[in-house]
């Protein structure tokens, strides 16, 4: 009986939220495709959330269908004209059609409708990132506090600078900072990449170079992350802590700079990636992500809200990549096309896109794998 109730619990806790979270995100994805498309003329078969066989749909006035699939691990528009949901062109199929009908299809369309086309997909998806933090920002406030340093971690990198009690941080490497967020945000993710931190001391500006160190935090459900610290923390008094309350323009405006940070935040740590100053293993595939839902369902909704901001704009990025078989390599062969003034010839489009699509395999293992050895690390 125990163990029936844990696979139910894990279900309910774990899975559902997964599946509501990225059915959202992958819905509004395609709509962006779809809105796009429709809106460029260009005639649209299916719309799927979800990849394998149906599970339920309908077919619309205009043809298309709608449907729900088995595999909730992303989603599709299949335009007229394409060889299959990856939106690949099919010359064999296209060479049979009549011109009216090849201006419908995705690669009958004018170039630039059909790179609006392809960026409409992970454009919805920040889009849809800026609305969630604006309505959060908007209904519970912003929580601020002073860059005040309450106290010195003994022997860390700021205490050693020279660097008090009672300090006013107001600029990292010259760029002003309001907040002891916005500190955080940027010492975390520059471990061992020399910092110049200056400080207003009793109406004196002083500078202090540094160093931020790695160290290795860990959240309230037990995950790791590597991040940079210089060992400050500021507290409820030093920091005057408090919540401001936004207009809608103003939380609108939130919005923007918070999904701006998650994007800068993810080429920084690509950056400390491949400098060897962070490691890969905090990539994270559907298992970190399902976890990751099931964690944020237990402290309610406005948390599974924002994780679903956070992973809207990182499925955003992902489909920015210059690779073919995701939107960015469908851009990247349509600047090409640009270029060139004409599109690469078939085979060479087949061959980049079976080479996109073993990278994206790779990529999945990859983080699949990461996702387990931390579960059973």
Known sequence: MQEISAVFGFLGGYILPYILILSLLVFIHEMGHYLAGR???????????????????????????????????????RFFGDADAASRPDGEAESLLTDAEKAQTLNGAKLWKRAFTVAAGPLANFLLAIAIFAVIFGTMGKPVSDPVVADLKAGGAAEEAGIARGDLLVALDGRQIKTFDDVVRYISMRPEVPVTVTVSRGGNVLDFPLTPRRAVTEDRFGNKMEVGQIGIVTDQQAGNFRIVQLSPGQA????????GHIVTGTFDYIGNMIAGRMNADQLGGPVRVVQASGEMATLGILALFNLAAVLSVSLGLLNLMPVPVLDGGHLVLYAIEGLRGKPLGQNAQEIAFRIGFAMILSLMVFATWNDISRLIG
């Open 39 to 77: 809106w460029s003329g260009i005639r649209v078969l299916a719309f799927s959330v979800g990849f394998g066989p149906e599970l339920f749909g309908f077919t619309d006035k205009h043809g298309t269908r709608w449907k729900v699939s088995a595999i909730p691990l992303g989603g599709y528009v």
């Open 252 to 259: 609108l405006w939130e919005g923007v700079l918070q999904t």
